[in-house]
């Protein structure tokens, strides 16, 4: 279970503004039913000395999910299910191996408390309790020393489920944007984490913190969506780190021991959501991600491996209708 401490639910009743401002809040309606596609796709080349071929790969993450709004509470708040069934590996033409597709059973089925900024507030698993299958996202790396491979494996999974926003909750586009909890005017920012990245501190000697990954929001407007007035909202990220450092000092080994001098890590993302006017409901999202990164060996200029990958993710509400009350 996960809750949100009773100060964050005082501060979100906040609706109030000023005419010239706009609350972004949703307005959820119990007995209402949203029915959204993803469709995500990535495209990676990489290569590893000493072939100075880049190798291209693709994935497309693809799913559909609902959101049912069982009942309301207090303050806006929502308490809803929701459903991801299935989702669709289509894992793209090599040298080697045809197009091929793999339908992953996900029986994603989860009992929400939603804040009207999107905001989870408590999840209730309903789904059967077995094992669900792990997406593969990145291919095996192959570490220069075994004890680094531990600690490099996950980063580039977050790395890479980023790139497609098909990760969590948090990451995922399925409940976003994160809206502010005060009204906004033209121009307004305000952010939101998503995730977390180990970031070398200023002035510290070298020391590693673990850095949130925040996307920095901005209201643009009411603009012309595809059918018709919608308020826009802009998502931007750009982080760059480097991870050697911060490996040397969890595994306590050094650049000789590990084989690893340098593994610069970047990431760039915007996302676009059109919101309805009246529920402020996602009608879209439109993500473009940019990253790359690079295992580099001490005392070398080339790199070992490198990897460099560009993603695109369209969320779009596809159905809306009333359902009978939950029993």
């Not at 020391?207 to 901005?218: E, F, G, I, S």
Request: no cysteine; aromatic share 10%; hydrophobic share 40%.
């Amino acid at each position: 279970m996960i809750f949100i401490p009773a100060l964050f639910l005082a501060i979100a009743t906040n609706q109030g503004g000023t005419a010239d401002a706009v609350s972004l809040g949703r307005v959820f309606k119990a007995n209402t039913k949203l029915a959204y596609a993803m469709r995500s796709s990535l495209h990676s080349e990489s290569r590893a000395y000493p072939l100075q071929t880049w190798i291209p790969s693709d994935l497309d993450i693809n799913y559909d999910f609902s959101e049912v709004v069982q009942a309301m509470k207090t303050d806006g708040i929502a308490q809803m299910r929701y459903r991801r069934p299935t989702i669709y590996e289509v894992h793209g033409e090599t040298f080697n191996e045809p197009e091929k597709t793999d339908t992953v059973k996900a029986n994603m089925d989860y009992q929400l408390t939603v804040s009207p900024f999107n905001e989870i507030l408590e999840v209730k698993d309903l789904s059967p309790k077995k094992p669900a299958k792990n997406l593969s996202l990145i291919p095996a790396l192959k570490p220069a020393a075994p004890q680094e491979g531990d600690f490099i494996g996950p980063f580039l999974q977050e790395l890479f489920r980023l790139a497609l926003f098909a990760g969590s909750m948090d990451s995922a586009l399925d409940f976003a944007p994160k809206t502010p909890f005060n009204p906004v005017k033209v121009g307004d920012t305000w952010k939101r984490t998503v995730g977390y990245q180990p970031q070398k501190l200023k002035g510290k000697e070298g020391k590693q913190a673990v850095q949130r990954l925040d996307y920095t929001y901005t209201y643009k407007g009411l603009v012309d969506g595809e059918k018709g007035k919608v308020y826009r909202v802009e998502a931007t990220l750009d982080f760059t780190t480097d991870l050697a450092d911060f490996i040397h000092q969890i595994t306590e080994s050094t650049s000789e021991e590990t084989g690893l001098g340098k593994f610069p890590l970047v990431f760039k993302a915007t996302i676009l959501f059109d919101l309805d006017r009246v529920t402020k409901d996602t009608i879209k999202a439109e993500a473009n991600s940019e990253a790359s990164f690079q295992v580099i060996q001490p005392n070398k200029q080339q790199a070992l491996l490198e990897e460099k990958m560009k993603g695109h993710t369209t969320l779009r509400l596809v159905g809306r209708a009333a359902v009978p009350p939950a029993k």
